[in-house]
């Protein structure tokens, strides 16, 4: 096992106007699982396939251990990848494909052997090992593939989407899974998803990029309370955090005719002659008892049994521009619901509001 690090780590591919990784510094600690997350072209599979070997590192530097990796080919790394589409030879049987890379090492029979039936213990494949991979599911399929990569015994695992092929009650059982197995093998791992509710549950922490850049890295509770600024706000979370633009006003920042109390200690952070973006969480709005709060027109009501999600359009304040859904998204508890084209008023807790400054994006409460 090692350290992993991203020293000014970055990307330009040929022809390109922008870096797809742009001067990545990252340290990920021995034994720890590490998800990189982000949308479609944040850069987050160019930074592991750096690590990887499989992308030229055209500024910077990429360590594993005390040695630096920047330039060895991938074989010389101790590394084991996991793909997206398991990457399994079809003629070969599963205890072939798991001990395939051991014995190109040269590694004895015998201990191949026994190293292969130990991994397929972990992962409850022993009655498969004589079966080609067309006649397992997609799920035994992704064990197969990580079993391949655990019999190597690496210094560190990489996986590359590993669960975005399997169906969605398949994804969140094997997530349990991996999980539980990085948390026995104790080995060091790099995972990438765009999925971030993979990425919450999974991670020790979790490193948030957006166009090459790297947002914030913190415990997954940590962003989801403390986002850094509007886009890990906007990305974390599902529902997502609703942002609206705000005025400053005596009081506090105004929404519509909702004066949200914000301190003015908070507000002097503010960058002057700017406005405030205000970041209120699905679940901490709740159904006004007055006519105080936050006029929405509700649009959808989703009920899922305990609680339901009400999606509503604000009547007079104007929602930030970083709010991608266009709507206002508020868990209810309530056993009486609201209905389809009602008006209602949702209010929240001053403590629950995140307060952003408009101009640069970044948290000042």
Do not use: C
């Amino acid at each position: 096992m090692a350290t992993v690090s991203y020293r000014e780590a970055t990307r330009v591919y040929p022809g390109a106007e922008h870096p797809a990784v742009d001067r990545l510094n990252l340290e990920i600690g021995d034994g720890e699982f590490m998800v990189l997350v982000g949308p479609s072209g944040s850069g987050k599979s160019t930074a592991l396939r750096m690590l990887a070997g499989l992308e030229e590192v055209t500024g910077g530097s990429v360590w594993i251990g005390d040695r630096e990796v920047t330039n060895l080919p991938p074989k010389d790394r101790d590394i084991a990848m996991v793909f997206q589409n398991y990457a399994l030879y079809p003629h070969m049987t599963v205890a072939d494909n798991m001990g395939f890379a051991l014995k190109m090492q040269n590694v004895p029979n015998e201990e191949r052997k026994a190293r292969v039936l130990a991994a397929a213990k972990q992962l409850g494949l022993e009655e498969y090992l004589q079966r080609k991979p067309k006649a397992l599911s997609g799920g035994q399929r992704q064990r197969v593939a990580m079993g391949r990569a655990i019999v190597r015994q690496p210094q560190v695992f990489l996986m590359d989407e590993p669960l975005s092929n399997l169906d969605a009650k398949l994804r969140v059982s094997t997530r349990t899974q991996i999980a539980s197995l990085q948390t026995r093998l104790g080995v060091t791992t790099v995972y990438v998803t765009h999925d971030q509710v993979e990425a919450m549950t999974l991670g020790d922490r979790v490193a948030v990029l957006a166009d090459g850049i790297l947002q914030q890295v913190d415990s997954p509770i940590a962003l989801y309370d403390t986002p850094r600024n509007l886009f890990v706000a906007g990305f974390i979370g599902s529902p997502a955090m609703n942002l609206f633009s705000g005025r400053i006003v005596d009081g506090g920042v105004a929404l519509g005719d909702w004066v949200v109390p914000v301190s003015r200690e908070i507000l002097d952070r503010a960058d002057p002659g700017a406005g405030v973006t205000l970041g209120i969480r699905p679940e901490a709005l709740s159904l006004s008892p007055d006519d105080r709060g936050l006029e929405v027109a509700i649009e959808v009501v989703e009920e899922l049994g305990a609680d339901s999600y009400l999606y509503a359009t604000p009547v007079s304040a104007t929602l930030s521009s970083h709010q991608e859904s266009g709507t206002v998204a508020a868990r209810i508890l309530a056993r009486h619901r609201p209905q389809r084209g009602d008006r209602v008023r949702l209010t929240a807790s001053p403590a629950d509001v995140h307060v952003f400054d408009e101009r640069t994006g970044l948290r000042i409460s």
